[in-house]
């Protein structure tokens, strides 16, 4: 089973956002996403305006309403395939406490640009030279062919445009721009999913 980690700060608004949209678009998959917090809130809800931005993007409201914030600890990154990081200060924390996953520990928006730079052919390819071909390995293959781009693609301009920003606390319009910055991210990391998982038989 493929297993993706999503991380904030307080996994109330970010991280839950993110797994549960993974979740709920990867479920045919049977892909297993879950979020922590390298500071959480330990069982807080999400926050009322994460748990509309998620209605909004067609999650069960029940889905929402049940989450319960943890906090990161080693456990959840000891088997996971992909971490996802809502910020680099949440990534530079998968570092230090597992740094086996670095290669596998992106920002969501990193994860974007690194991927976009990718064709389909050459993420299909490199999830078929994986030595293990079940659906995890596939999908490790593909991240080698991800992180591969580091270093090649350039970073941007701005390395704040790297990290989804925080709401908490904030505006309804922070919350919008924290959700706009997340939407296109997910679709990256469903599409190298998809590719890497579940290819389109020839």
């Known amino acids: 089973m493929v297993e993706i980690v999503t991380i904030c700060t307080g996994n109330i608004c970010r991280s ?10 990867l479920a045919d998959l049977g892909v297993s996403v879950v979020s922590a917090g390298t500071r959480g809130l330990a069982d807080h809800a999400m ?17 929402a309403a049940a989450h319960r914030a943890r906090f990161l ?3 959840h990154l000891a088997s996971a395939d992909l ?4 910020a680099r200060d949440h990534r530079r924390a998968v570092a230090e406490l597992a740094p086996a996953r ?3 520990a992106f920002t969501v928006r990193e994860f974007a640009r690194l991927a976009g730079s990718l064709s389909d052919a050459a993420v299909l390819a490199a999830a078929a030279a994986a030595p293990d071909q079940d659906a995890a390995g ?17 970073p941007p301009a701005d390395p704040a445009d790297d990290d989804v920003i925080d709401p908490y ?10 959700a706009v910055q997340l939407d296109p991210a997910l679709d990256a990391v469903v599409r190298i999913v998809r590719l890497a998982v579940a290819p389109t038989p020839t």
């Open 16 to 25: 839950p956002l993110a797994a549960l949209a993974l979740r709920t678009r």
């Open 47 to 63: 926050t009322d305006e994460a748990q509309r931005l998620a209605v909004a993007r067609g999650i069960p409201a029940a889905d």
């Open 73 to 75: 600890s080693e456990a």
């Open 83 to 86: 971490v996802l990081a809502m």
């Open 102 to 104: 670095s290669r596998v």
């Open 138 to 154: 596939r999908l490790r293959g593909a991240l080698t062919a991800v992180s591969g781009q580091r270093g090649l693609v350039l």
């Open 169 to 178: 606390r904030r505006s309804w319009a922070t919350y919008e721009l924290s």
